[in-house]
């Protein structure tokens, strides 16, 4: 169908679900991932996508970075925030002349991404389906969530309407925005009350719905929507999370989100966060500093105060450094920060 490859850089668990749905669909997609195990996997008995939503597998040209050759005008890249800057040095010589970068990731990658490649070269994407890296050629498709595509400056472009229709392969109710910084900071503040239930060993439903800790969850939403405000981005709401509610502090309505979002996540085969996984699973870092790190930062260079995202900071380094284990205690902590 499509003539030109599409390139995945980073083929775990977005990166792989994305790669997979788009060369069923026919398009010509090439996978691109530093784990070799994973590799070849794809290459030889091919990526199994596995879950509630459908169960297929997909064979797929794959390389180890070193392996590449030629450039390509589309890649979608689906790194861990925290890798994205090494990912760049990577396949930055991989880019063609006039091709774009579209960020398949949490956080403000774009704004790293058009730093190194400028903006011209840099599409924006949010993403909040759920799913999880099991094992090599293995992946978990846990649940269909919202999904956005945008330029970064809000025009409607072809190449918009060029990954809206790839995206919309995956998810049908994919939309193309004129406010993809809305659905980033919308997800900036989902993103902070799932690295809050990650805290603890529960699924992120059961966290979110614990009473003795629904100050923490409101206050975290609210700090970083006083964040976007300060920036006059206008976040946008998606799967329960409702912007407004925490901008205003609106008790009742937070609450009424925060029950929204425990609903949509008790549907989901992927019972906990990226983040829980990185602690509890794969014990690694997570992307603490990329997501909710340079929010801190960026509070104190705008005067807006975030000592609930900062305290929370703190406690996951603890976890991922082996001073603390996850643990409802943790949240604990951070009531008092929250009256
Ligand atoms: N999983 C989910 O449900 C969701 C994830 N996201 C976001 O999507 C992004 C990707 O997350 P996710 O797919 O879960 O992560 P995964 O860890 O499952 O996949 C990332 C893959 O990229 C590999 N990788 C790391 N560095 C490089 C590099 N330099 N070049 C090529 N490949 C590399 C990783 O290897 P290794 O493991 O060895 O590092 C891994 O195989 C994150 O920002 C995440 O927050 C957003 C919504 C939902
Ligand atoms: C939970 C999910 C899939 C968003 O719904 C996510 O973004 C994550 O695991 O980091």
Redesign the pocket.
């Known amino acids: 169908m499509s003539e030109r490859p599409i390139l995945i850089?980073?083929?775990?668990?977005?990166?792989?679900v994305l790669g997979a749905y788009f060369a069923r669909a026919g398009h010509a997609v090439h996978m691109?991932?530093?784990?070799p195990e994973?590799v070849e996997a794809m290459r030889t008995g091919g990526l199994r996508i596995e879950g509630p939503v459908e169960e297929f597998t997909q064979v797929l040209p794959a390389s180890?970075?070193a392996e590449l050759d030629g450039q390509y005008d589309r890649v979608f890249l689906?790194?861990?925030?925290h890798?994205t800057e090494?990912?760049l040095?990577?396949?930055i010589p991989h880019l063609a002349p006039g091709g774009y970068v579209v960020s398949?990731?949490?956080?403000l990658?774009e704004r790293t991404i058009a730093a190194r490649m400028g903006a011209d070269n840099t599409v924006g994407c949010f993403?909040?389906?759920?799913?999880?890296?099991l094992e090599p050629g293995r992946?978990l498709y846990?649940n269909r969530?919202a999904v956005a595509v945008g330029e970064l400056d809000g025009r409607m472009t072809d190449r918009v309407a060029e990954v809206h229709a790839l995206l919309s392969l995956v998810e049908p109710d994919a939309v193309a925005t004129d406010n993809i910084w809305g659905y980033l900071w919308g997800?900036m503040g989902y993103?902070a009350l799932l690295f809050c239930t990650a805290l603890t060993p529960d699924s992120m439903s059961d966290a979110m719905a614990r009473p003795e800790h629904r100050a923490v969850y409101r206050t975290l939403g609210h700090e970083v929507m006083r964040l976007a405000a300060a920036q006059d981005v206008q976040p946008l709401g998606f799967n329960g999370f409702d912007p407004a509610a925490f901008r205003a502090a609106d008790e009742p309505g937070m609450d009424a989100s925060l029950e929204l979002m425990v609903a949509h996540n008790r549907k989901t085969a992927?019972t906990h966060?990226?983040?829980w996984?990185?602690l509890a699973v794969?014990k690694?870092k997570t992307?603490v500093d990329?997501?909710i790190g340079v929010m801190v930062e960026l509070g104190r260079e705008l005067g807006v105060e975030t000592p609930t995202l900062a305290r929370m900071v703190e406690l996951i380094h603890d976890i991922e450094e082996g001073r603390r284990e996850q643990s409802r205690d943790l949240v604990d902590l951070m009531v008092p920060l929250c009256a």
């Open positions: 850089w980073g083929a775990g668990a977005i990166g792989g691109v991932d530093i784990v994973h180890v970075p689906a790194v861990k925030a890798h090494r990912a040095d990577m396949l398949a990731q949490n956080g990658n993403v909040n389906f759920g799913a999880d890296w992946i846990g969530a997800k993103g992927k966060s990226g983040i996984r990185d794969r690694r992307e990329a997501q």
